[in-house]
């Protein structure tokens, strides 16, 4: 048995909470909100984010972010990526040299396109920084629906530490050594997600839906390759399995928020209405950013970014889309 801290109390924190409990495992789970801490405490359920999920007693919630990450044998990061440098300043003086960090949360940092984990490694040098990502909704991992995911690290043995961690017969955990190409698959899919609720909201088909994953894991590809991520993880659970869950599923916030924008709503109003965080849209500018830097052709990035901040109509940007000069597929593929 090991002794857990989960710092953030959102749907994802508090699913791992419930694997990890499961597993027979001390948990704690940090809170921010100090509200969300007590109507957890209270009410064994976290009504606004896993409303019908029971949340067993021996899960303790607090908001003594000393107490959930010090003397833990690993602590997990769940937090929205907006908030993941700052909360891991707060943390740095209760880690210890070589204590294991597992980022949970989905994010490039805007300005300085920096990973999430690499945000973290530079506020809490001397912790062991590993991430968990794929195609992984709270709502069906909290109900205990088959799910599988990868684990990445630094050395093998904390990877196959943390997959023994977290593994059960309902989670399913593979490990790897590509922490890069997991980060980047898991933050740019959030990206084409929001097209992919876009062309929902406008009410076109399967065939679009179909094309946006396509185009979109090769757009993520191209870029992912280039930052050093690894093939395997595009094509693996942490690329196109987790794109395609987010294209595809009802629980997606991501794609609610492209639907509602793709019905009309603007992007701070649809975000509003969907209530939980919507991280495609604090990755889409660096996403940008990123194909600019990297000199890599990100059409549907470009085309989310004018959406989302530029006032073009996304039956326009479609249609764009849909009228670039013609191409090969694959441009790297010879005729002979
Ligand atoms: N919900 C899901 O199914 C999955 C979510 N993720 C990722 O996990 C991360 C967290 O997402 P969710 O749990 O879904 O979010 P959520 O929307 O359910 O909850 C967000 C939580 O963040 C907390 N919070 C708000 N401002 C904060 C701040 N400044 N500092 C610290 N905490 C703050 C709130 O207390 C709230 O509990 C995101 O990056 C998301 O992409 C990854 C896989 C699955
Ligand atoms: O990353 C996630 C699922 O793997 C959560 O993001 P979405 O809710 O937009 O799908």
């Avoid at 699913?15 to 597993?23: C, I, P, Q």
């Avoid at 649809?270 to 991280?279: D, H, L």
Wanted: hydrophobic share 40%; net charge negative.
């Amino acid at each position: 048995m090991a002794e857990i801290g989960v710092i953030g109390s959102g749907s994802w924190g508090t699913a791992l909470a419930l694997v990890l409990n499961k597993n027979g495992h001390h948990v704690t789970i940090w809170s921010y909100l100090k509200e969300e801490a007590d109507e957890i405490g209270e009410k064994r359920e976290n009504p606004s984010k896993l409303p019908g999920v029971h949340i067993p007693e021996e899960i303790e919630i607090t908001t003594d972010l000393q107490g959930s990450v010090e003397g833990k044998d690993v602590v997990v990061l769940a937090v929205p990526s907006m908030a993941t440098r700052a909360t891991a300043k707060k943390m740095c003086p209760y880690v210890k040299e070589e204590q294991i960090l597992v980022n949970v949360a989905k994010g490039i940092e805007e300005g300085t396109l920096k990973t999430l984990s690499e945000q973290i490694e530079e506020e809490i040098p001397q912790a062991n920084v590993a991430v968990l990502s794929g195609p992984s909704h709270a709502e069906e991992v909290s109900r205990e629906l088959p799910t599988t995911v990868v684990v990445g690290a630094e050395t093998e043995e904390t990877a196959i530490y943390l997959q023994k961690i977290f593994m059960n017969d309902v989670f399913r955990v593979y490990t790897s050594p590509d922490i890069k190409g997991i980060e980047l698959g898991g933050s740019l899919k959030n990206v084409i997600a929001l097209a992919a609720g876009v062309a929902d909201g406008l009410g076109y088909g399967d065939n679009t839906k179909a094309a946006l994953i396509t185009r979109g894991i090769a757009e993520i590809t191209r870029l992912g390759i280039k930052m050093g991520g690894k093939l395997e993880s595009f094509t693996g659970l942490t690329g196109i399995g987790d794109l395609i869950v987010t294209c595809a599923s009802k629980h997606s916030r991501n794609r609610k928020a492209g639907v509602l924008i793709g019905e009309g709503m603007t992007m701070e109003e649809a975000m509003a209405e969907v209530k939980m965080v919507v991280e495609g849209v604090y990755s889409a500018k660096a996403a940008r950013e990123l194909a600019e830097k990297y000199e890599v052709s990100m059409p549907i990035v470009e085309k989310v970014n004018q959406v989302l901040f530029e006032g073009k109509p996304a039956k326009d940007a479609v249609s764009e889309l849909m009228m670039r000069d013609g191409r090969s597929e694959y441009s790297n593929l010879p005729w002979d």
